[in-house]
């Protein structure tokens, strides 16, 4: 190989710290020196801003992908990261760029999610820090606008190989033609390894068009067989005879059709078998075809591949001869197999249409058969990630197989559950549409994949979608399958959640218990779908001040869960610690939720990571306790800490970044630092009406800890008129009675006071008093925030003996978290108001 010249590099020698998932060169690779001098010093400009992308267009077969691999390894030592990533599914470019995150100290997939993760890693390419020299391959990137949002525009290089012309309007393109005449002759003799006349060579290239991919093969079968090079013209032109009469694939350049003619029909002689391989895998994806697909299929029903699937040794043997005949990739080191897009796509015109039928058919069954059980298992999804890139190559939803079917929704449900929600959304809907074409949009399967679509849209953040998704799957549900059927169970929990997410707290929570009598009578009432119900009951709850049956049923889950042996992940044994930790403090049992809480921090901390969502949500309930129970600077540099990780890790506009910055806030104001804690509430609670709804409870409730800070800021003018709106707000939305309604009233009874209106606060004091104590008792730490703030009413009414009453009643009551100095007792024994704010807790 004549290298090129590296005089004007100026980087030491050395190999990148980060170098993954780059294929190995081709041996055989020659000449194009021209090609890679132009595409260094292409992908090196530098514009007044940062290095333009540069894309590697041109025909199929002319060997982009192999340059881009040469380029990658001839020039590795001028990078400090250098990346491969598939592209030619949108689906493969977010987990490969994903994986990036943990070489780049950033949390990995698993703590994130799939799209977050590569968001992340896009923008801390773009910043420089900790790479500033790195290079991004997006190869067979055939559609602008499914990679272009992917792209970091920062210091390093990005190259794209690419079919399409149309990158040309997006950034410089280097065409990439044929082999000149000496190149291909070149590489012939190479590729030969004999000695072969210029002459011979010569005429084989003018034959073969000099298209890399046909010499490639020409090569690979001469070798292998020592067919000489006059043989070989002879079987070419019979091939090209014979395809020009009639059969020559269309689109495909001629001289690589015969090329592949003649090494097809040469191995079909020598080994059948290889051939029956290789078809099967023109029907996967052009990505790598795990090896396990064939190992763990050797029991399935496929019967041009049962006899060679189930006699390993045939197997190998036909692998081989492919590798052999350059008609396939075989790579042991990663147990793949690899098939050309172009060798697939003329596998696949070569057949009748009735094969390629059944062919397809046979290759979702392997799919299907090697696919793991359980998407909710973390430890399986490296199982599914293998097998995705095949799903939509391998036309997935044109089966109408059981089995087949089953597999695409453990597929959607993975791509979910890994937080992959677009690629998740299009599968989906691209297996409802043809689904609902082929068998009714009642069919099973059909509902089904609209339960997963009402998952996915809710964690889209589409949550008014998610809702009619839900409500008419629902009523299909009970409807076609019944009530008590498995699935329809399942949408029931969906469903719920669509009416938390809208603030239905209390619809939510009489279709939760249905739900839990239905799993309650059946034949497993402990079983984890029967858990999780209960877990969401107990969150619905919560959600309508029922504190002590919150705690109940979190503490039921919570046992349940951790004495489970199957379908229990440490993640779902997280939520369900860290929901009764904050079940526990909103019950006002500020000391005991601090050492829960504690306890299932530390938990996510050691088995799932610090920057675990679950973690992360537990930080968020932590600070929140230890805020309560006074602990006031540790409870901030927790929230700061945590707002900072879910920033990085989600962006400002998901829910748990701003429940985070409401919690930063909240603690900066508990701090005493009211114009800090002023200006990151105002920016979260003007996210909260795009996420949520201009009404709903979270919305109105946030507009009151805003109020809040707008009278200790001194206005409190302004404090009342949000805390009117917010109160009517909730009030309509979920009653007077309410939590969240009665906190409003107390902060409006403080604005009222401050406003010299003392009749109007003692008014309200008077009446929100009373139904705190008949909602959440007079103990509750509501009950007693109201009380101590009246008593300041009625003194300023003249109410002198009815003040001193509540007093002393109140202090007698706060007596043990005087002892241990809990704020609002000290506030109520020095005669302060207690200001009670709200943090919105997960739905």
């Given at each position: 190989m004549v290298e090129l010249s590296h005089a004007a590099n100026t980087v030491p020698e050395r190999q990148p710290e980060i170098w993954e998932k780059v294929p190995p060169r081709n041996r055989n690779f020659t000449g194009r020196d021209d090609l890679l001098l132009k595409l260094r010093q292409g992908i090196s400009t530098v514009t007044a801003v940062v290095p333009q992308p540069q894309a590697l267009q041109g025909w199929g077969g002319v060997g982009k992908t192999h340059l881009a691999i040469e380029y990658a390894h001839r020039y590795r030592s001028h990078y400090d990261l250098v990346w491969w990533i598939p592209a030619d599914q949108r689906v493969l470019v977010p987990s490969a760029l994903a994986a990036m995150a943990p070489h780049l100290g950033l949390p990995p997939v698993s703590a994130t999610g799939v799209e977050e993760a590569a968001e992340a890693v896009r923008r801390t390419l773009q910043s420089g820090d900790p790479y500033r020299r790195w290079l991004l391959i997006f190869d067979n990137a055939e559609?602008?606008?499914?990679?272009?949002?992917?792209?970091?525009r920062g210091?390093?290089?990005?190259?794209?190989?690419?079919?399409?012309?149309?990158?040309?309007d997006h950034f410089e393109t280097l065409q990439v033609d044929v082999f000149t005449r000496e190149e291909s002759v070149a590489f012939l003799k190479k590729r030969l390894r004999r000695e072969v006349p210029d002459a011979d060579a010569s005429r084989l290239a003018e034959q073969l068009g000099d298209l890399p991919l046909a010499l490639e093969q020409a090569g690979a079968l001469q070798y292998e067989t020592g067919m000489s090079v006059d043989e070989y013209l002879e079987q070419l032109d019979e091939q090209a005879s014979r395809l020009l009469g009639a059969n020559r694939a269309?689109?495909?350049p001629l001289s690589m059709t015969a090329a592949w003619k003649v090494s097809v029909s040469l191995l079909e002689d020598r080994l059948p078998e290889a051939i029956t391989v290789l078809r099967c895998c023109a029907f996967f994806g052009p990505e790598p075809i795990p090896r396990d697909v064939f190992r763990k299929g050797n029991k399935a029903v496929v019967p041009r591949l049962s006899a060679i699937l189930s006699d390993p040794i045939l197997l190998a043997t036909a692998l081989s001869e492919l590798r052999r005949f350059a008609l396939a990739r075989i790579e042991p080191a990663t147990r793949t197999i690899q098939v050309h897009r172009l060798v697939q796509a003329l596998l696949r015109d070569d057949l009748r249409e009735e094969d390629q039928r059944e062919i397809r058919h046979e290759v979702h069954v392997l799919l299907a058969g090697s696919a793991p059980n359980d998407p909710d298992d973390t430890d399986r999804w490296r199982g599914f990630e293998e097998l995705v890139a095949h799903v939509a190559p391998s036309g997935l939803e044109e089966c109408t197989d059981r089995r087949a079917?089953?597999?695409?929704?453990r597929m959607v449900r993975y791509l979910y559950r890994s937080?992959?929600?677009q690629s998740a959304h299009s599968f989906v809907t691209s297996f409802i549409e043809r689904w609902t074409e082929v068998s009714g949009p009642d069919h099973p399967d059909v509902l089904v994949a609209h339960r997963h679509l009402g998952n996915i849209l809710r964690g889209l953040g589409q949550y008014a979608t998610a809702y009619e998704v839900d409500h008419k799957t629902l009523d299909k549900m009970k409807e076609i399958l019944g009530p008590e059927h498995a699935e329809t169970l399942s949408t029931i929990n969906g469903y719920a959640a669509s009416l938390r997410a809208r603030g239905d707290f209390l619809a939510a929570r009489t279709l939760d218990q249905e739900s839990r009598v239905t799993y309650m009578n059946g034949p497993e009432p402990t079983s984890a779908s029967a858990l999780r119900v209960v877990y969401n009951l107990a969150l619905d709850y919560a959600l309508t001040s029922d504190y002590t049956e919150a705690r109940r049923l979190h503490q039921e889950t919570y046992l349940a869960q951790s004495d489970a042996t199957d379908g229990i992940s440490k993640g779902t044994l997280l939520l369900s610690w860290n929901s009764l930790a904050r079940a526990v403090r909103l019950c006002g049992d500020y000391t005991e939720a601090c050492d829960l809480g504690e306890e299932a921090y530390?938990?996510?901390?050691?088995?799932?990571?610090?920057?675990?969502?679950?973690?992360?949500?537990?930080?968020?309930?932590?600070s929140i306790a230890k805020r309560r129970a006074g602990e006031i600077s540790e409870a901030?540099?927790?929230?700061?800490?945590?707002?900072?990780?879910?920033?990085?890790?989600?962006?400002?506009?998901?829910?748990?970044?701003?429940?985070?910055?409401?919690n930063l806030s909240n603690a900066l104001r508990a701090a005493g630092n009211i114009d800090e804690a002023f200006a990151i509430a105002e920016k979260a609670v003007a996210r909260y009406p795009a996420v949520y709804g201009p009404d709903h409870p979270y919305t109105n409730a946030c507009i009151g800890n805003l109020a809040i800070l707008h009278r200790l800021r001194g206005d409190a003018a302004v404090a009342r008129a949000l805390n009117e709106k917010a109160r009517a707000g909730l009030i309509t939305k979920v009653s007077r009675n309410h939590h969240y309604s009665l906190s409003c009233a107390i902060s409006l009874q403080s604005d009222l006071a401050a406003l010299g209106e003392s009749d109007e606060a003692r008014e309200i004091g008077e009446d929100t008093l009373g139904r705190l104590r008949d909602l959440l008792g007079e103990n509750h730490f509501l009950s007693l925030a109201c009380a101590g703030n009246l008593v300041l009413d009625l003194r300023a009414t003249g109410a002198e003996k009815e003040a001193e009453t509540l007093y002393a009643d109140t202090m007698r009551k706060y007596e043990r978290p005087l002892e241990i100095g809990h704020p609002d007792a000290l506030f109520a024994s020095q005669g302060r108001r207690i200001d009670c704010d709200f943090d919105p807790p997960p739905i």
């Open positions: 559609e602008p606008g499914q990679v272009e949002e992917f792209i970091p210091p390093g290089h990005v190259l794209i190989t690419s079919r399409n012309p149309k990158w040309e269309p689109g495909y079917r089953s597999f695409a929704m937080g992959n929600y530390a938990y996510g901390v050691q088995e799932l990571t610090l920057d675990h969502h679950y973690t992360l949500l537990a930080a968020k309930d932590l901030l540099e927790l929230a700061h800490d945590t707002h900072t990780r879910f920033q990085r890790l989600f962006g400002d506009g998901h829910p748990d970044t701003m429940a985070a910055a409401i």
